[in-house]
């Protein structure tokens, strides 16, 4: 008999029932960690927006300190302005506030030509699409990470946006921003979203939510006449102070994340950007607080790329985040109570907020 009877084979590798078992180990492994990879990523991506708003925040408080008001913005005017064919220059509050981000260079590379100050920080005389002619149109591409919110895949610069940022369907490059100032609670031109009732504020606070009321005033934001009815921080020309914050500072949001989605009310939501979402320009820079947060759904849309109904808006789970005007940032909830949304909107509804 063999001396190797008997004795079993020495085996080099594994069965295939083995090796399958092995991988659907790790298979479930990575199942089971890349949601908590992805959340922190996440979380990462909301910690770094929160600093860029609180940064927002603190510029718009350093900006104070030497004008004395809240950044300007600055739309074209038309109607009881005495320049060359009733047009202004187009700037909005996010150039502003360049010299307060650490981007002093890029504001004092801009041409700003014979425009003159006005005394608080804004520009008088000038062509109306000035912020994107000769070397300002090459400047207004700069994608600056302080305006982008890190969660958006739409990435930091814009396509096809409209010259000087006014209306639609342009076909420049601009630099993009995710972070625009509170106009409040109104009824305007171009923030104007018939598709959203007023129901949603007057269930919570009656008459208040009605469109054109005292509580929801209508706004030509390209007449200076009717700057002076905007309930919120931010103008469409103009800017207010700390001391125009009757309802408190920290009761009132001064910057607010607006995705700029194109919507639309068809059988699929357009998450791509609008046509005017760079950060040059003064129509983007604004928007009312009166459409709903996270609004996506069709009855409260209207067509692709209508501006008028773009909301506060974001890629974080269950909603947004906010600079409040004493600088701080907090998260407000998609499913907050309509009438805290208004409240918080208005600087000067005398209404108290609660907790939110």
Known sequence: MSMLAGKRCKRDAFTLIELLVVIAIIAILIALLLPAVQQAREAAR?????????QLGLAMHNYHDVYNQFPHNQNRWVGGVPVAQDQMPQWSWLVGILPYIDQAP???????????????????????????IGINANLANTALAAYICPSSPNGSLRTGQTNGGYRWNGTSNKGGTDYVGNLGHIWAGWKDCGA?????????????????????????????????????????????AIRDCVDGTSNTVGVFENMHWRGGN???????????????????????MRNPINNTKPAWQQGANDLRCESPSSYHTGGIQVTLCDGSVRFLSENIDHGTRYKLAVRNDLMVVGEF
């Open 46 to 54: 909301r910690t770094q927006c929160k600093n860029n708003l609180k």
């Open 106 to 132: 890029l504001f004092n590379a801009f041409d700003y030509n014979v425009n003159v100050s006005d005394g608080s920080g804004g520009f008088i005389l000038g062509n109306r699409n000035h912020n994107s």
């Open 196 to 240: 959203v009732p007023d129901s949603l504020v007057n269930d919570a606070i009656p008459g208040f939510g009605t469109r054109g009321g005292a509580g929801t005033p209508w706004v030509n934001g390209e007449v200076a006449g009717e700057q002076s009815k905007i309930n919120g921080v931010f103008k469409f020309s103009g800017g207010t």
């Open 266 to 288: 068809g059988a699929i939501f357009e998450y791509r950007n609008s046509s005017y979402s760079g950060w040059v320009s003064p129509l983007a820079a604004v928007h009312n």
